[in-house]
């Protein structure tokens, strides 16, 4: 299989991903609701998410929790950066008056 494919059963709020078309040959839940599928070789071959409408939106939330949170701490970073630039250009600018160049 060249391409993943996902497939979603609403019914039973399962997400597929398959990313090989080989036999499944066992399984190991790697988390509550999570399934990875293994081939005869072991080799990763699909994931199985239980309950993935929960599973999905709460991951996008905590994403996107996460991003707004980096973003508000790199405005607030700028602004004390700006403030205290401001005052350093000021006094470099200073000193910079009291030397003698030859």
Do not use: W
Request: aromatic content about 4%; overall charge negative; glycine content about 6%.
């Amino acid at each position: 299989m060249s391409k993943a494919r996902m497939t979603y059963f609403e019914e039973d709020d399962v997400l597929h991903l398959a990313i090989s078309d080989d036999l499944e040959g066992g399984s190991i839940e790697i988390s509550p609701n999570i399934t990875a599928e293994l081939n005869a070789h072991g080799d990763l071959i699909g994931i199985e998410i239980l309950n993935a409408s929960d599973f999905v939106g709460d991951t996008v939330r905590a994403k996107l929790s996460a991003h707004l949170e980096r973003e508000e701490a790199e405005a607030r970073d700028t602004e004390i950066l700006s403030r205290l630039a401001d005052g350093l250009n000021a006094e470099a600018e200073d000193v910079l008056g009291y030397q003698v160049t030859p």
